[in-house]
Each structure stands twice: as structure tokens, then as C-alpha cells.
């Protein structure tokens, strides 16, 4: 069964900092990679989707990785602002079914 | 345009009073997955369908049932609430291209149990 870490599970930085979370998998066979973002009382929304032939991704200020190697992936932040506060996840899932498994985030607090 | 819609958001019910989450979908995705999320913790896949192919989790109680009438709809039926039912409950649909593809997710329906 995959399991998926999330290191660490809180981080508070001043604004203008660069952000680093980081996720591992247990199985390192997955096919696709996805991040995403929470807000308190709220769903999931889609932040990045590395697919099985792309080792990374990117979007404005938001870079992922992925070393299927080592089953870890990782989210860069850059210059991060008050409006990044939020709980970041990552999922993964196998090619062979549609599950994702994920991690129980990264809770980012970004100081004014 | 929420692709993926939930309702209600925040839904309060009495302990052992059957209650239905329900989810519909603009994406025309043929696949389409309950999730549970308690406090700090990560989703917990409860079931999906593949069109209408239920597929459900081992670990899944058998408090939690689930129906797609049709592509677009799907429900999450609790039979008999329990307190340790309280969670945020997560709907979220794909498209099946050979294999998983981005999973979009709705903004949750929060239940109490009271």
C-alpha cells in the first residue's frame, strides 16, 4: 500500500521567503504526481500535475518536481506572500487504477 | 465555473439519521471518488466509480453506501451517522485516458454529527 509523507507538517516564513515542501512515497512506482492547496474549511484546488514523462512543472511562482527514483517530489514557492497561507497536499497514483494516495500536507503560514 | 459542485456545503445531522452528500460534475469525467478528511489528516479514498463500476475500499464501513445514477451525479448515502463520521467529505472526478489523470475536486460538504 502507498504511503505518502509530508515534510514538515507545519512551516511559518516572513513574506518575500522562498518555500520548500517536500513528499515521498513508499512505492516509488507511481505514473502521475499532483499538488494541490487547501484552504481551512474548504476543498481541494489543483496546483500542479507532473505526468508520467515530465520530471517537473511549473506555474508562475510554483515549481514542482519529481525523482521517481527516489519516490519524492518537491514544491518550490518562490517570493511567498500572505495570500500562499494554506495547506499544501501531494497525491500520487499507480498507472494501473485511477486512486490517488495522499499525504496529510504541509500547513504554510506566511507572515505579513 | 465550478466544474465539480457540491451541496450542501455544511450538512448537520443527528446521530443515526440517515444522510446523502451529493456531487455533480461539468467535466463530463468518467470517473468520479468519494474522499473522507478528518482534521489534519489526509483524504481517505471511500469509493469511486469508473462509469457506473463501483469500486469500493477495503477498509470502506459498511455505514457508507453510494450511488451514480448518471454521469454527471453522485451520491454518498450514510445510513446510520456515527459521531466518528464527522469529517469533511471530498467529491473529485478524472478521465480515464489509459491511466490516472488530474483528479479535480469540489469544495467539500463539512458534516457534523450531533
Known amino acids: 500500500k502507498q504511503e505518502v509523507t509530508q515534510i514538515p507538517a507545519a512551516l511559518s516564513v516572513p513574506e518575500g521567503e522562498n518555500l520548500v515542501l517536500n513528499c515521498s512515497f513508499t512505492d516509488s512506482a507511481i505514473y502521475n504526481l499532483q499538488w494541490f492547496r487547501q484552504d481551512p474549511g474548504k476543498g481541494l484546488t489543483s496546483l500542479l500535475l507532473?505526468?508520467?514523462?515530465?520530471r517537473e512543472q511549473t506555474s508562475g511562482r510554483l515549481n514542482a518536481s519529481l525523482d521517481k527514483s527516489s519516490g519524492r517530489s518537491t514544491l518550490y514557492i518562490a517570493a511567498s506572500q500572505p495570500g500562499d497561507s494554506a495547506t499544501y497536499l501531494c497525491?500520487?497514483?499507480?498507472?494501473?487504477?485511477?486512486?490517488?494516495?495522499f499525504g496529510a500536507g504541509t500547513t504554510v503560514t506566511v507572515r505579513a | 465555473d465550478a466544474m465539480v459542485i457540491q451541496n450542501p456545503r455544511y450538512q448537520v445531522t443527528q446521530f443515526g439519521k440517515p444522510v446523502t452528500l451529493s456531487c455533480s460534475q461539468t467535466l463530463n469525467h468518467n470517473v468520479m471518488y468519494w474522499y473522507q478528511q478528518k482534521s489534519s489528516q489526509a483524504p481517505k479514498l471511500l469509493f469511486h466509480?469508473?462509469?457506473?463500476?463501483?469500486?469500493n475500499e477495503a477498509d470502506t464501513p459498511d455505514n457508507f453506501q453510494s450511488r451514480r445514477p448518471n454521469t454527471s451525479f453522485c451520491f454518498l448515502d450514510i445510513r446510520s451517522p456515527g459521531l466518528g463520521d464527522a469529517a469533511m467529505y471530498l467529491c473529485a472526478t478524472s478521465v480515464r485516458t489509459g491511466a490516472h489523470t488530474e483528479a479535480f475536486f469540489g469544495q467539500g460538504t463539512r458534516l457534523t454529527v450531533v
Open positions: 466509480y469508473y462509469d457506473k463500476d463501483f469500486n
Open positions: 497525491a500520487g497514483g499507480p498507472s494501473n487504477d485511477y486512486k490517488l494516495s
Open positions: 507532473i505526468q508520467s514523462s515530465q
